[in-house]
Nanobody, 119 residues
Framework: QVQLVESGGGLVQPGGSLRLSCAASGSIRSIGVMGWYRQAPGKQRELGATITAGGSTDYADSVKGRFTISRDNAKNTVYLEMNSLNTDDTAVYYC?????????????WGQGTQVTVSS
């Protein structure tokens, strides 16, 4: 079995910063693209940022220039550095990864971590 465990969410004031982490564990042969998605109350889940195994990144326009995604392949971990946070960033943040067991790739999701931006 594969698990994605997120950490780092919490309450932060507007203009503040947070760093999210997501560690993959279990029966892992290799990890392809990893990413962060978010879902605000009453809204659909949306892409935040993705990063390939080779380090190529992609960002939603709403977070570009403020968020930075990175990964440590040796630790099977992906990070999201979030700066200049505003109230629109309030959401549950979910980690995603495409992980191979040596035969095929499957999609995996973390349990979600709450980020609340409020004064």
């Amino acid at each position: 079995q594969v698990q994605l465990v997120e950490s780092g969410g919490g309450l932060v004031q507007p203009g503040g910063s947070l760093r999210l982490s997501c560690a993959a564990s279990g029966s892992i042969r290799s990890i392809g693209v990893m990413g962060w998605y978010r879902q605000a109350p009453g809204k659909q889940r949306e892409l935040g940022a993705t990063i390939t195994a080779g380090g190529s990144t992609d960002y939603a326009d709403s977070v570009k220039g403020r968020f930075t995604i990175s990964r440590d392949n040796a630790k099977n971990t992906v990070y999201l550095e979030m700066n200049s946070l505003n109230t629109d960033d309030t959401a549950v943040y979910y980690c995603h990864a495409r992980i191979s067991n040596g035969i095929y790739y499957s999609n995996y999701w973390g349990q979600g971590t709450q980020v609340t931006v409020s004064s």
